[in-house]
């Protein structure tokens, strides 16, 4: 079955011309014209990927996707007119995974699902062939569950958005080794993704406010001049 995604966009003329070009690729296809409807789509149809205007009636974006984010994994695109850095940031805040500036072309917003859906396929074509995977990594107060997707510090669960946890998980998969960001970049987010290493140190700084003691002195996650990071565990 082809995935479905759901396009949250309030002007008609670009929901009509996304919804028909990405059914010409093949996937099915729902809308919502503002953020209240596209909340409750959302929930019901549990969407492979969402494209997200952040400019919505009723809820804007970056809220839709504040909500979201806790409760569905599906990658989520947002679509924006404003070219501010700090909104970029925002959008990652709440859970976005990638962002695009209108005016786009079809062709990229096309090669950016493409990327997402396959990242999103091949870690849970990984996720299923990990039975030689231990089912919890301990790191003494951090516990990382792989099976349920749940970090506990102190017994306690923490909230990770999802590339939170999937950079934590390949941490830890990875403990003691000097890892680039072009490196980690590749393996978390996939080699086609349309970012820069950037995402990386964001995603590493929320990390170490959730994990770390002191995230001004972090001791698990390390930075290591001119190669990356080193977790520590």
Do not use: C
Not at 52 to 73: H, K, N, S, Y
Not at 128 to 153: D, K, M, Q, Y
Not at 188 to 205: E, I
């Amino acid at each position: 079955m082809s995935e479905l995604i759901l396009v949250i966009e309030d002007e008609p003329t670009l929901r009509d011309v996304l919804s028909y070009n990405l059914r010409k690729e093949g996937y099915r296809v729902e809308v919502a014209a503002d953020g209240a409807e596209g909340l409750e789509k959302a929930r019901r149809l549990r969407p492979d990927l969402i494209v997200l205007d952040v400019m919505l009636p009723q809820m804007d974006g970056f809220e839709l996707a504040r909500r979201l984010r806790p409760e569905i994994t599906a990658p989520i695109l947002m679509l924006t007119a404003r070219t501010d850095e700090v909104d970029r940031v925002v959008g990652l805040e709440v859970g976005a995974d990638d962002y695009i500036l209108k005016p786009f072309s079809m062709r990229e917003l096309q090669a950016r699902i493409k990327a997402h859906l396959r990242r999103l396929q091949m870690l849970q074509a990984s996720a299923a062939s990990t039975g030689s995977l231990p089912r919890e990594f301990v790191f003494g107060n951090l516990v990382i569950g792989v099976e349920r997707r749940e970090v506990l510090l102190n017994g306690q669960p923490l909230h990770l958005k999802p590339k939170e946890y999937d950079l934590l998980l390949f941490f830890a998969r990875h403990p003691r080794r000097i890892l680039s960001r072009d490196y980690i970049l590749e393996q978390v987010w996939g080699w086609q993704y349309f970012g820069d290493s950037r995402t990386v140190d964001v995603h590493v700084r929320w990390l170490r406010e959730k994990i770390e003691p002191d995230p001004s002195h972090p001791v698990r996650i390390v930075t290591v001049r001119g190669g990356g990071y080193r977790f520590e565990g």
